[in-house]
T-cell receptor, first 111, second 114 residues
């Protein structure tokens, strides 16, 4: 089975901190995605990547950046965390032309 | 631009009753439509997808959805609810078959009572 692993299930950070959310997939997928999930808003795409060192902005990229130095790893970076970035963050991966596989999510609280 | 609207943020049914979760879409091009399910403390899983073949799509766990172009709808149904169906369900639309550029609805939480 495809495994998409997010490094932390729960994370608590302070306002202004730099935050790294890590995601690793073990099936050599080209595509990787970061979504945030908020009650009543569904999932919104932050960034995605179709290849190593390649990134594309999603619907809500402001306040975020990403890094994909290796094919299996896609990192989401909050340069200066703010309280409105408190959310559930979901990573996903897929082969080109195939369905998405999601990780279990990281619940980030920014205090 | 594409969008999906899920009618009802919360649906409650009794075990054994019909499940109906509503989704309407808006798309300027032929859409690809998806239903995902998220069980508590888990990531999303694909339930089923419509990719312009059959209009009635069967998915996992006894769920199915029917694409109705005239109604711009893609409602999810299951004839008989089970306690294990309690979860959050998301309808999504994409411009490509793989669903790599998904636009999600806001979700519907399904509760099942005994």
């Amino acid at each position: 089975d495809v495994k998409v692993t997010q490094s932390s299930r729960y994370l608590v950070k302070r306002t202004g901190e730099k935050v790294f959310l890590e995601c690793v997939q073990d099936m050599d997928h080209e595509n990787m995605f970061w979504y945030r999930q908020d009650p009543g808003l569904g999932l919104r795409l932050i960034y995605f990547s179709y290849d190593v060192k390649m990134k594309e902005k999603g619907d809500i990229p402001e306040g975020y950046s990403v890094s994909r130095e290796k094919k299996e790893r896609f990192s989401l970076i909050l340069e200066s965390a703010s309280t409105n970035q408190t959310s559930m963050y979901l990573c996903a991966s897929s082969l080109m032309g195939e369905k998405l596989f999601f990780g279990s999510g990281t619940q980030l609280s920014v205090l | 631009a594409q969008s999906v609207t899920q009618l009802g943020s919360h649906v409650s049914v009794s075990e054994g009753a019909l499940v109906l979760l509503r989704c309407n879409y808006s798309s300027s091009v032929p859409p690809y439509l998806f239903w995902y399910v998220q069980y508590p403390n888990q990531g999303l899983q694909l339930l089923l997808k419509y990719t312009s073949a059959a209009t009635l799509v069967k998915g996992i766990n006894g769920f199915e959805a029917e694409f109705k172009k005239s109604e711009t709808s893609f409602h999810l149904t299951k004839p008989s609810a089970h306690m294990s169906d309690a979860a959050e369900y998301f309808c999504a639309v994409s411009t490509n078959q793989a669903g790599t550029a998904l636009i999600f609805g806001k979700g519907t939480t399904l509760s099942v009572s005994s």
